[in-house]
């Protein structure tokens, strides 16, 4: 069984900066497509962005490109999300997510497997 769990969420001040983390248990790390997905109040869960296995692609909301990075560390099971130039629409429960099926980095959360508990991020205007 795989285990997911998220730290470094808190609150902010509309553009600073956040960094987010994922911890990943019980399998081999590097056999999983990583993502990243909120929930606002109220709304939907929506895609933030992706990363590969290996580390050498990612994929992007178009909401955060530009803003947000995603990297791993395959050698700490970690994966992080950096946020900058935080806005308060990005206030939401922030998830990561593990697939180990294919390449493609999946947009649609119901292709994941594998989901943290969340940490919350709150961006004060």
């Known amino acids: 069984q795989v285990q997911l769990v998220e730290s470094g969420g808190g609150l902010v001040q509309a553009g600073g900066s956040l960094r987010l983390s994922c911890a990943v248990s019980?399998?081999?790390?590097?056999?999983?497509?990583l993502g990243w997905f909120r929930q606002a109040p109220g709304k939907e869960r929506e895609f933030v962005g992706a990363i590969s296995k290996s580390g050498s692609g990612a994929d992007y909301a178009d909401s955060v490109k530009g803003r947000f990075t995603i990297a791993r560390d395959n050698a700490k099971n970690t994966v992080y999300l950096q946020m900058n130039s935080l806005k308060p629409e990005d206030t939401a429960v922030y998830y990561c997510?593990?697939?180990?099926?294919?390449?493609?980095?999946?947009?649609?959360?119901?292709?994941?497997?594998?989901w943290g508990q969340g940490t919350q991020v709150t961006v004060s205007a």
């Open positions: 019980g399998r081999t790390f590097s056999l999983y497509i």
């Open positions: 997510a593990a697939v180990a099926r294919g390449q493609q980095l999946w947009r649609n959360g119901g292709n994941y497997d594998y």
